[in-house]
C-alpha cells in the first residue's frame, strides 16, 4: 500500500514550527508496512489545498492529510474538501453532543464556530475525536482513500493509533516489511561502501541499503519486502550478519539505537559508573547522557571545568601540566579524566580540551585542535583531532568521538557485544 | 519571490529523521521576503525526483533542493538531474582540486567515489561548498531557477548563507522589508495577544506581526514590505516602540538575539561572571552557553553534581539538608546556587534540581517538580515550577526559565537595558 502525507498550515512554510506530525506518521505507516511515496506541507489556501487533493488521486492509495479544521476563519480545509469531493458539510448530531459536552465539561461558552466543528463531509466515514473538538474524517475517490485529521498532535495520534492504523491494516495484508540495522563507528561512509561493495552489489532488488551517516557513525539499514514474512525476514537478516562479518570492530550494535544509549545500558548491565569533565564540550556530552531516562544509575554526574582556575579545584589539573603544557594538551587532558575518576569514584571517565573556535587559535594549536582522553578501569588512552573552524560542528564531533572511544575502551576491558 | 523546496531521501519517509533542514531554509526564506509555496520529500528514487523537478516547473521562480549528493550508490540526485535537464555530468577541475585537498588535510586515502563528487551537470553555477565534498549547483530551465544543496545540515547552511540567498536577494529587489524583533519573556502569548490587541489591530497592511513563541520565551517580529527602504524602515520601527512601551517589564531585547547570547554581551560588558550547578537540566545550560562563542569572558564552568554524593562534594550542599528535604527542594537549590557561587568565587550562580521523568515521582513530588535558584551579588532568587511528564520538554523548559531568572536578578541588581 502507497502512502502520501499532507500537512496544511502557513506556519510550516515560513519555517515558525517543525513539521514532527509528519514523520510521526511516517513511522507509524512504516512499522505497519505501508510506504510512505511523499510527504508534502502547503498552505492553507483553497487553491493550494485543492491542487493537493486533485493532484495525490490515483497516486497514492491512502491520502492522510492533517491541518486546517480549527473553528477559526483561516481554517478552510473542510469547505475546500467539500467542493474536492464534490459534496457538501452537513451538521452531526453526535459530534454536536461531544462538542457541546467538550465546553460544558470546561464551563465555557460555546459560540457558532464551536458548533461548526460538527459540520462533516456528507457522505464520509467519521473518525470520533474523543480529545478534541475536530472530528476526523475518511473518504474515498477514484481508487484513493482520503484521511482527514486535526493537526493538535495528541489528537492526531489517537486517531492515528485508535482508528486509521486498524482501518489501514484491514485494508493491505499483501506485502511484508523486514528491517535490520547496523551502527558503525570509526570509519568514513566512502571507506564503509567499498569495503561492503561485493556484499552490497549482491543484495538482491527486494532489500535495499541505506546509509544514515552522523558525524562520527554511520546507521545502515537494510530493507527487505517481500509476500512471506518468515522467508524475508531471514533473508534480510543472512545480509546483516554478512555486513557485521565483514565490517567486524566498526559494528557498535546490531540494532537500532543511539550511541549514547547503548552505551547507558551496557554500563548498567556490567554495573559500571561513568563521568565526564568537559572542557570544550562545555557539558553538551553530559547533556547526551542526561537526556536519556534511566542514566542516573550509571552516571554519577561532571564537571564542566571551562577555566584553568576550575581544572585545577575540580580536577586536580597540576599547575606546572597547565604552564608547560597548556588546557589543550595530552598531559592536560589525561590529568582531566584521571583526577575525574578518581574525585569521582567511578570506573571511566571522559575528558574533553579543545580550541573550539571561531577563535582562539596559534600557530601551533590552531582552532580545531581536540584532545579526547578516556581513563578506564586498566589504561587511560588519549587522542589527538584536528578539525576545522565551525564551533557547532567541533562541540559535535568531539562529543561523539568521545562516546566512540568510550565504546572502544569498554569492548576491550570488558568484551562488550553488540547485541542487547 | 515564489520558492519551494524539496528534500530528497527515504530517511524522512520512513520517519527515522525529522526534516529540520526545509524549516531552517523556510525561515531563511521568509526573512528575506520569498514566500515558500510548498515543502515536499520525496523518495530517492529516479522517478520520484524526476517527477518532483518537472512538477515544480513553471510553479515557482526558484526550486531549492537538498540531499542525495553524497558519494554512495543510493544517492541518485546529480544522475536524475542530468536527464531532467537533458545534460551530463562533467568533472570539474576545480572542486576536484577542493576534494583532493579535503582528503590530504585529513591524512585519508581519496577513492573514486569520491573523485565522482567533483562531477556537476554541464551548464549549472558551480556553489563551492567549503564544509564537505559535495558543490551545490544553481541550473534554469524555463522560468525557474533550481538550486541543489547537500542535505548535511552546516553544510547546507553555509551554502544558504554565504551564496544562495545573496543570489535570491539580488534577483528580487523591487521591493524592500524591514524586520523589527522584540524578545519577551514571563508571559505567555495569548496574555500578550491580549495586552497588545489594539496596536495590533492599527497594524497597517503592508506591516505583519508574528508571535514566534518557545518554551519560556516570544518573539515578536514585525514584517514591513514597501518600496521606499527608508520610509518602511522608519514606520516599521515606529509600531516596535509603540509594542515595547506597551510590554515594559517583559522586553528583554529589541533586536534578533538568544537569551543566552543577550546574557552573555550584558555579563562581559558589566564585567561579571558566572557558573552553573545543574542536577535536571543535566549539564544542557552550560551546553547551550559554551555554544556562543566568547563565553569563556563571563563563563569560568560549572558542574552537573547529578547524584548526591556529587552535590557534597562538589558543592557543598549538606547531609541534613538532602535527608531532610530531599534533592529536589527549595533548600538544596539554594545552597547549590551559594555553594557554587562561593566555591567557584563568581558574581553569579544558576542551580537546576527536578524530577525531569518519565518515572522518579512520589505523591509529594511529581515527575515535573523543578526548582531553580539564582546565587546573585545582593540575594538569592528561587522558584518551583510544576511541568508535566516529558522528559526533554522538562529539561528544556528548566534551562529556559534559569536565564529567564537570571534575568531577572541582574535586571534588578545592576539595571541593565534592553539594546546592546
Chains 1, 2 share one sequence.
Not at 500500500?1 to 514550527?17: C, S
Not at 482520503?146 to 495520534?157: A, T
Not at 576545522?388 to 562529543?399: F, G, P, V, Y
Request: proline share 3%; aromatic share 6%.
Amino acid at each position: 500500500m502507497k502512502a502520501q502525507i499532507i500537512t496544511i498550515g502557513d506556519e510550516i512554510l515560513i519555517g515558525q514550527i517543525i513539521d514532527t506530525n509528519s514523520a510521526w506518521i511516517a513511522t507509524q505507516l512504516q512499522n505497519n508496512n505501508i510506504s510512505v511515496i511523499q510527504i508534502l506541507s502547503i498552505s492553507d489556501k483553497e487553491e493550494a489545498i485543492f491542487n493537493a487533493l486533485s493532484n495525490s488521486q490515483d497516486q497514492a492509495d491512502v491520502v492522510l492529510i492533517t491541518g486546517g479544521l480549527g473553528p477559526t476563519k483561516d481554517d478552510i480545509t473542510k469547505q475546500t474538501a467539500a467542493k474536492y469531493f464534490d459534496t457538501f458539510l452537513q451538521r452531526d448530531e453526535e459530534v454536536l453532543q461531544h462538542v457541546t459536552q467538550f465546553f460544558e465539561a470546561r464551563g465555557k461558552e460555546m459560540l457558532e464556530i464551536n458548533r461548526q466543528q460538527a459540520d462533516v463531509l456528507k457522505g464520509c466515514t467519521i473518525l470520533f475525536n474523543q480529545y478534541g473538538t475536530a472530528p476526523g474524517m475518511l473518504i474515498k475517490k477514484g481508487a484513493t482513500t482520503y484521511i482527514f485529521m486535526p493537526g493538535v498532535p495528541f489528537e492526531m495520534k489517537h486517531l492515528m493509533n485508535t482508528q486509521v492504523l486498524p482501518i489501514l491494516c484491514k485494508q493491505d495484508n499483501t506485502t511484508y516489511l523486514a528491517q535490520e540495522n547496523i551502527i558503525v563507528g570509526g570509519i568514513g561512509e566512502s571507506y564503509l561502501a567499498e569495503k561492503i561493495a561485493d556484499l552490497e552489489s549482491e543484495l538482491p532488488a527486494h532489500i535495499k541499503l541505506a546509509y544514515l551517516p552522523t558525524l562520527a557513525f554511520v546507521r545502515l539499514r537494510l530493507s527487505g519486502t517481500g509476500s512471506h514474512k518468515d522467508d524475508i525476514t531471514k533473508e534480510t537478516k543472512e545480509f546483516a550478519s554478512k555486513l557485521i562479518d565483514r565490517l567486524a570492530d566498526h559494528v557498535i550494535a546490531n540494532h537500532d539505537t543511539s550511541i549514547e544509549k547503548f552505551l547507558i545500558q551496557k554500563f548498567i548491565r556490567h554495573q559500571l559508573t561513568l563521568t565526564t569533565a568537559e572542557s570544550c564540550t562545555g557539558g553538551s556530552l553530559a547533556a547526551m547522557i542526561t537526556a536519556v531516562p534511566g542514566c542516573s544509575a550509571m552516571y554519577v554526574g561532571g564537571t564542566v571545568p571551562y577555566s584553568n582556575k576550575l581544572k585545577q579545584q575540580l580536577l586536580d589539573v597540576k599547575e606546572e601540566t597547565l604552564s608547560q603544557y597548556g588546557a589543550v594538551s595530552e598531559q592536560t587532558v589525561i590529568e582531566m579524566a584521571q583526577g575525574a575518576k578518581h574525585k569521582f569514584d567511578t570506573n571511566y571517565a571522559v575528558a574533553t580540551s579543545g580550541i573550539a573556535g571561531p577563535t582562539g587559535g596559534t600557530p601551533e594549536k590552531p582552532v580545531g585542535t581536540v584532545w579526547i582522553a578516556i581513563a578506564g578501569e586498566k589504561e587511560t588512552i588519549a587522542r589527538k583531532f584536528q578539525f576545522q573552524n565551525d564551533r557547532t560542528i567541533n562541540i559535535e564531533r568531539t562529543r561523539q568521538l568521545a562516546l566512540f572511544m568510550l565504546w572502544q575502551l569498554l569492548v576491550k576491558e570488558h568484551q562488550i557485544g553488540i547485541d542487547l
